[in-house]
């Protein structure tokens, strides 16, 4: 794995809060070998990780938004829980799942984005 856009993200943020790595991994109760590894892009984010940053530091909603995004865009899957959930949600996201990749598929990703943006 590459350096991800969330491990860059964690890196300023513990160097602008002048921690070393020991430090912050402790405040988050990880080990310093996890954080290191996420911060290089080489380990998942820990569930909870977002949240334990937003108390420990007092992130405001804005950066919290932020980590939360680039760690979607971080993620080589991503999975769904699609127990209690419509049949209607759960026809759209399996479709969507055995079509994305593909060259029409794009444009209709491009085009779903642009409707669920203009919410």
């Not at 921690?19 to 954080?35: E, H, P, Q, T, V």
């Not at 995004?69 to 080589?76: D, F, G, K, N, P």
Request: charged share 35%; aromatic share 6%; hydrophobic share 40%.
């Amino acid at each position: 794995m590459a350096v991800t856009k969330f491990g860059k993200e964690l890196r300023i943020l513990r160097m602008e809060r002048d921690l070393i790595l020991k430090d912050m991994a402790n405040s988050l109760g990880i080990s310093s070998a996890l954080l290191s590894a996420i911060e290089l892009g080489n380990r998942k984010i820990p569930k909870g990780l977002i949240e334990k940053l937003k108390s420990q530091y007092d992130l405001d909603e804005a950066f919290v938004n932020k980590l939360h995004q680039l760690a979607i865009e971080s993620e080589q899957s991503i999975e769904f829980d699609l127990n209690g959930v419509d049949e209607e949600t759960t026809r759209f996201l399996t479709t969507f799942a055995r079509h994305y990749r593909e060259e029409s598929g794009r444009e209709k990703v491009k085009a779903l984005m642009r409707m669920l943006e203009d919410d």
